[in-house]
Nanobody, 115 residues
Framework: QVQLVESGGGLVQAGGSLRLSCAAS????????MGWYRQAPGKQRELVAS???????NYADSVKGRFTISRDNGKNTVYLQMNNLKPEDTAVYYC?????????WGQGTQVTVSS
């Protein structure tokens, strides 16, 4: 079992920045891909960014150049630095981890961007 706890969401004006953190605990040995997803009201959950243990990353086109995912394997934590935020980035952001073929989710953190 893996537990994921997100933090760092909040309310920010358009053009501002936020940094999300996701700390993993429990059976964390050999966690594979970690990522961030988001779900806006009335929309499906979508991938924002993901990162492999070696550091290779993948981003949604809508956030390329604005968001940066990073990972501290020693602290079992993944981060999402979000810059130049737009109102359309407003959503609940979820941390995700792939561990030995099972997928785990955090409880989500709200990000609201005002225009």
């Amino acid at each position: 079992q893996v537990q994921l706890v997100e933090s760092g969401g909040g309310l920010v004006q358009a053009g501002g920045s936020l940094r999300l953190s996701c700390a993993a605990s429990g059976s964390i040995f050999r966690i594979n891909v970690m990522g961030w997803y988001r779900q806006a009201p009335g929309k499906q959950r979508e991938l924002v960014a993901s990162i492999r243990p070696g550091g290779s990353t993948n981003y949604a086109d809508s956030v390329k150049g604005r968001f940066t995912i990073s990972r501290d394997n020693g602290k079992n934590t993944v981060y999402l630095q979000m810059n130049n935020l737009k109102p359309e980035d407003t959503a609940v952001y979820y941390c995700n981890a792939d561990h030995l073929g099972s997928v785990y989710w955090g409880q989500g953190t709200q990000v609201t961007v005002s225009s």
